[in-house]
Nanobody, 127 residues
């Protein structure tokens, strides 16, 4: 079974930055797109950013374009989400997830296209 572990969440003031990291398995790192989702209290889990297996395709939610940057390592075997200019609307539990399909040409944005999920890391942005 694929195991994903997120880290880097915390409390930050509005306008600040955080960098999230997701440790991924061999399957996830080598052949599958990775996505970041977030879920605020009382809301559904929503797509934030995703990157294809080889990095050729990257998708961002409109709400985070220009502020968040997704990247994946090779030696590090991890996927990161750099979050800048944070505001209270970004407060949520952030999850990383693995695409169901290997070598996909593109990045899915629907949560049903992802099959393995991390435990989540809390991001809280104060005003």
């Amino acid at each position: 079974q694929v195991q994903l572990v997120e880290s880097g969440g915390g409390l930050v003031q509005a306008g600040g930055s955080l960098r999230l990291s997701c440790a991924a398995s061999e399957r996830t790192f080598s052949a599958y797109a990775m996505g970041w989702f977030r879920q605020a209290p009382g809301k559904e889990r929503e797509f934030v950013a995703g990157i294809s297996w080889n990095g050729d395709w990257i998708n961002y939610a409109d709400s985070v374009k220009g502020r968040f940057t997704i990247s994946r390592g090779n030696v590090q075997k991890s996927v990161a989400l750099q979050m800048n200019s944070l505001n209270p609307e970004d407060t949520a539990v952030y999850y990383c997830a693995t695409d169901r399909s290997s070598f996909r040409r593109g990045v899915p944005t629907s949560r049903v296209e992802y099959d393995y999920w991390g435990q989540g890391t809390q991001v809280t942005v104060s005003s």
